[in-house]
């Protein structure tokens, strides 16, 4: 355990809930020889510099999140998309230590699968940003200004698709419309939706 982060440290010290699963998560971890860092504010665990998994916790569990998840065979059936926007990453909910304890081995295996992966290269397949429902609503002002689709064009796909989800996902058609015009100078920006 001589590889431990002591932001980690402070992390789990300050950490309201979830206190005990996270020291189990990370020995397990740890024992995997990955290099503990703090990211996103939340220990990180990393093989030569690749995100591998990240401890969370939220209100009704805690989670081991493997970054690149998708790519795991899962033969337990027990890894979890948390909706349906997710591409890559995978997790595994707990609600007490005991349940972590009881699938240690499976834990492990699974967290070298994914040391391996990253060592072999595995890239995720990412759906293609055309592959994303355009909203109809975007697509009229699209239809009326050229110039916007010009700029919506030339941002990165990972911006564009960042727009279309946004833009997507109210129920409501005025509400689509409202987050496209809100957007609109910042397309034109060449930003994305959090830039």
Not at 38 to 55: D, M, S
Not at 60 to 86: M, R, S
Request: hydrophobic residues 40%; glycine residues 4%.
């Amino acid at each position: 355990m001589n590889n431990m982060n002591p932001k980690v440290d402070v992390f789990i010290s300050n950490a309201k809930q979830w206190q005990d699963e996270f020291i189990k998560l990370r020995s397990i971890i740890l024992d995997c020889g990955l290099t503990e860092e703090l990211k996103w504010g939340k220990p990180c665990y990393a093989f030569e510099e690749k995100n591998i998994v990240i401890i969370q916790g939220f209100k009704e569990y805690c989670a081991l999140l493997f970054v690149k998840g998708a790519l795991l065979k899962d033969p337990q059936h027990i890894l979890i998309t948390q909706t349906e926007n997710v591409q890559a990453a995978r997790q595994l909910r707990f609600t007490n230590t005991q349940q972590i304890i009881e699938i240690e081995p499976v834990l492990k295996a699974y967290v070298l699968e994914a040391i391996e992966a990253e060592k072999s290269g595995l890239k995720v397949e990412y759906k293609k940003t055309t592959e994303f429902n355009m909203p109809e609503e975007f697509q009229e002002i699209l239809d009326e200004m050229p110039d916007l689709q010009t700029a919506f064009d030339a941002l990165t796909p990972g911006r564009q698709r960042a727009y279309l989800l946004h833009f997507s996902a109210p129920k409501q058609s005025k509400t689509r419309t409202a987050r496209v015009e809100k957007h609109i100078q910042q397309i034109f920006a060449g930003n994305g939706l959090n830039d």
